[in-house]
Nanobody, 128 residues
Framework: VQLQASGGGLVQAGGSLRLSCAAS????????????VGWFRQAPGKEREFVAA????????YLTDSVKGRFTISRDNAKNTVYLQMNTLKPEDTAVYYC??????????????????WGQGTQVTVSS
């Protein structure tokens, strides 16, 4: 499975961006059924941290506390794409954002170690 992240950019505080993570390769939709697709971010000098995840088959979502009420994760099965809608952006949201997918069922959507497939990062910069 290959993951392609896009949608990053420069935005002022309070603005919005929508990130996309397109999956391709193999029989993607059935392959991903039951799996997790997540977004992580890494700011300079900091560890990669969990942002959001969605179970491809059920649509159950997980969000880190700092983005609840501002970010929404969703998927479009027909397009094999997961979206991260980011509203009311803050300067502390500035980071490189990565999408990732597990290689099977995982009970821990928050740990980057659970994810096997990673896309390239997309830079999000929020100016104050």
């Amino acid at each position: 499975v290959q993951l392609q992240a896009s949608g990053g950019g420069l935005v002022q505080a309070g603005g919005s961006l929508r990130l996309s993570c397109a999956a391709s390769g193999r029989t993607v939709n059935s392959y991903l059924m039951g799996y997790l697709v997540g977004w992580f971010r890494q700011a300079p000098g900091k560890e990669r941290e969990f942002v959001a995840a969605i179970r491809w088959g059920t649509g159950i979502t997980y969000l880190t506390d700092s983005v609840k009420g501002r970010f929404t994760i969703s998927r479009d099965n027909a397009k094999n794409t997961v979206y991260l809608q980011m509203n009311t952006l803050k300067p502390e949201d500035t980071a490189v954002y990565y999408c990732a997918a597990t290689n099977g069922y995982s009970s821990n959507p928050y740990s980057p170690q659970e994810y096997v497939y990673w896309g390239q990062g997309t830079q999000v910069t929020v100016s104050s």
